[in-house]
């Protein structure tokens, strides 16, 4: 049931967000157009923006279900540009109310799962420290977050398909690269 009331609390946001910008909605606002009290809105959530929050973490899992290993991570990619353009109306009103540090704290989360299993896959039967692994991992999320923020704020006019494809074609064989350059067990 709980997240039955969650899922009706984000498509009252959303809906709302069509009419006015995130910073004018209210949590009276939401709970009216859900039809629940303010208690119950508060049993699920601390705030607006943790409801925020917590609707961007929940579609984007979707987006990349079943698509966080090698063979499909660009999939997973693509689907996180598919998901946030979907959803642009409300991607924008969270783009434009909240800050880029919180939107960017918000993509890095996100992207560092899909990015993490693939290092980590790929790097199964090879010695390479974990703070190394991290690296790669956080070298490719921040160009990726970059990537994504720089679309968002160009009103998401490239297809989800051609940017994780032209994504795909520079990262091609460059994580088992990044691996290979990191091996603590090849003669120096």
Known sequence: ??????????ASLKKLLLTKPLDKITISDITNDCGINRMTFYYHFKDIYDL???????????????????????????????????????ILSVYKAI???????????????????????????????????QFITEFYMYAFVGVMLDWIKHDMKAEPKELSERIGRIMAGNIDSGLDKFRTDRPH
Do not use: H, P
């Open 1 to 10: 049931m709980s997240q039955i009331t969650k899922r009706a609390i984000e």
């Open 99 to 133: 800050s880029r540090e919180q939107i960017e704290i918000y993509l890095y989360n996100l992207t560092y799962g899909l990015i993490n299993s693939v290092v980590e896959e790929r790097s199964e039967g090879i010695s390479v420290r974990d703070e190394d692994k």
């Open 52 to 90: 925020v929050e917590w609707a961007c973490v929940e579609d984007a899992k979707k987006a990349l279900e079943g698509r966080r290993n090698y063979k499909d991570w660009e999939q997973g990619l693509c689907g996180v540009f598919e998901y946030v353009l979907s959803d642009k109306a409300f």
